[in-house]
């Protein structure tokens, strides 16, 4: 499985940007699918996940802000980011990820996002 994220650039406070990840393949109900971030000197954090049921799950931090959206036609996972602050600047990376046989677990590449004005 490979994933291709894109979507980050300069955006200032208050802004919005959307993220996309793109798969190769029918994967988007067969796995956990998320997004992570590195920020600035701190350590890569979950913002927010998905489940293969659609049960969605995010970061106290982007709760209300963040927002998912999968299109398993199109085997793709946006998301939606509002409200940007400085605390958002980060790299972001979608993965891709399976606890049950077959496990695995893919990256894509980081998609930089930074929040200034």
């Known amino acids: 499985v490979q994933l291709q994220a894109s979507g980050g650039g300069l955006v200032q406070p208050g802004g919005s940007l959307r993220l996309s990840c793109a798969a190769s393949g029918s994967i988007v109900r067969s796995s956990i699918m998320g997004w992570y971030r590195r920020g600035p000197g701190k350590e890569r954090e979950l913002v927010a996940s998905?489940?293969?049921?659609?049960?969605?799950n995010y970061a106290d931090s982007v709760e209300g802000r963040f927002t998912f959206s999968r299109d398993a036609n199109k085997n793709t996972l946006d998301l939606q980011m509002d409200s940007l602050s400085h605390e958002d600047t980060a790299v972001y990376y979608c993965?891709?990820?399976?606890?049950?046989?077959?496990?695995?677990?893919?990256w894509g590449q980081g998609t930089l996002v930074t929040v200034s004005s």
């Open positions: 993965r891709a990820w399976r606890t049950w046989s077959p496990t695995y677990s893919s």
């Open positions: 998905v489940t293969s049921g659609g049960t969605t």
